[in-house]
């Protein structure tokens, strides 16, 4: 049997692992903390389950069946809403974020609702990125996931474009339809540029059939860029943790 060599990580990878050890230092003993997903989340993941054995008590709520399994293979204890209905602290990954305002887009790896319940119930919301996802206005890199029923998908697609959208649909790696964790579909809604995000996030909530949207505006407490450069902390640094 041949050994599978890992990849090499690469320079990208490296800066997510440099935001996300830098915020996983914000983790106190006896907090709850929220759980992310994606791949910046992931080594957030790994540090959080090396504070663990290095003897930190704390509980995760999962924003996805993927880190929650990630999380469990690795021996953080999980929580549930049913116990705690309060976060101390979420840490979790974003796809674009705009720099002077910190709002932004999230749900390219499909979990955006769970993300956004757990955003919603946690004291402190801290993101992480790579330096890549800094931009001057949301929209310019990627679209707007929106979580929609699949009853009804083409009405809620057409009231999507109504807005202005160009409307995909996200499919699974296999060509398939892609199906979220709540049983949901994902309509991948580009609009270019987004000069007013709140008003957006308000308009496409509004539309009948759609569960949730990938904006989140007025949520991040702080976020840890990195890049060649180093780690830098934007937001408010006294924030409460
Ligand atoms: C998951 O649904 C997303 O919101 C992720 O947080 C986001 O896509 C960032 O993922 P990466 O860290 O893999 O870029």
Redesign the pocket.
């Known amino acids: 049997m041949s050994a599978v060599t890992p990849s090499p990580e690469t320079e990208r990878d490296a800066h997510?692992r440099m935001a996300a050890e830098a915020a996983v230092k914000l983790v106190e003993d006896g907090m709850v903390v929220g759980v992310?997903?994606?791949?910046?989340?992931t080594f957030a993941i790994e540090a959080l389950a090396r504070r663990h054995r290095e003897g930190l008590r704390f509980m995760g709520i999962p924003?996805?069946e993927r880190s929650a399994a990630r999380a469990t293979a690795l021996g953080i204890p999980l929580t549930s809403f049913a116990v705690h209905r309060q976060i101390d602290l979420t840490i979790?990954?974003?796809?674009e974020v705009e720099r002077d305002t910190l709002n932004l887009i999230?749900?390219?790896?499909?979990?955006?609702l769970r993300?956004k319940i757990v955003a919603a119930a946690s004291r402190h919301f801290a993101i992480i990125?790579d330096g890549v996802?800094l931009v001057d206005r949301l929209g310019s890199r990627v679209p707007v996931?929106v979580e929609v029923v699949e009853f009804g998908l083409e009405p809620t697609w057409a009231a999507l474009e109504a807005l202005g959208a160009t409307v995909r649909p996200r499919l699974s790696p296999e060509g398939k339809p892609f199906i979220t964790d709540g049983g949901n579909r994902i309509l991948d809604c580009g609009f270019a540029s987004i000069s007013d995000p709140g008003w957006l996030e308000e308009r496409i909530g509004r539309i009948v059939g759609v569960v949730e949207s990938?904006l989140f505006i007025g949520r991040a407490d702080s976020v840890f860029v990195a890049d060649a450069a180093g780690v830098r902390r934007l937001g408010n640094p006294h924030a409460a943790i």
């Open positions: 997510k992310g997903t994606g791949s910046t989340a924003t996805s979790d990954g974003a796809d999230k749900g390219l790896g499909g979990a955006l993300e990125v996802k996931p990938g």
